[in-house]
């Protein structure tokens, strides 16, 4: 069966794009959550077969917003194993290295 666990925009510390009524926000916050996953990618690695990082929309009371995900397949262990990793171990700040969050 395949799943996604959010993982948001941004690291938990810092700042993010925030949903603004009025405002074209969406580009601004499709380069943070290209960003956000350029990070997760670096501090856990790439993703396993059968797990894949993407930005999916969302609806929100002000209209769309963006957030990274990771898809998994429960059906192969690493993917969902790696999904899960990255759930429970969000970096804090864009600063994050490899084996340090």
């Given at each position: 069966?395949?799943?996604?666990?959010?993982?948001?925009?941004?690291?938990?510390?810092?700042?993010?794009?925030?949903?603004?009524?009025?405002?074209?926000?969406?580009?601004?916050?499709?380069?943070?959550?290209?960003?956000?996953?350029?990070?997760l990618?670096?501090?856990?690695?790439?993703?396993p077969?059968?797990?894949?990082?993407?930005?999916?929309?969302?609806?929100?009371?002000?209209?769309?917003?963006?957030?990274?995900?990771?898809?998994?397949?429960?059906?192969?262990?690493?993917?969902?194993?790696?999904?899960?990793?990255?759930?429970?171990?969000?970096?804090?700040?864009?600063?994050?290295?490899?084996?340090?969050?």
């Amino acid at each position: 069966m395949r799943g996604w666990i959010g993982m948001g925009t941004a690291p938990t510390e810092e700042r993010c794009v925030p949903v603004r009524r009025g405002v074209d926000y969406l580009p601004e916050m499709r380069e943070e959550c290209k960003r956000f996953i350029r990070l997760l990618r670096k501090v856990f690695g790439p993703e396993p077969p059968g797990a894949k990082l993407r930005i999916t929309c969302n609806q929100h009371d002000f209209g769309e917003y963006l957030e990274v995900v990771c898809h998994y397949d429960d059906a192969i262990p690493e993917s969902l194993e790696y999904a899960l990793k990255l759930g429970g171990n969000l970096p804090r700040t864009w600063l994050a290295k490899k084996g340090g969050l």
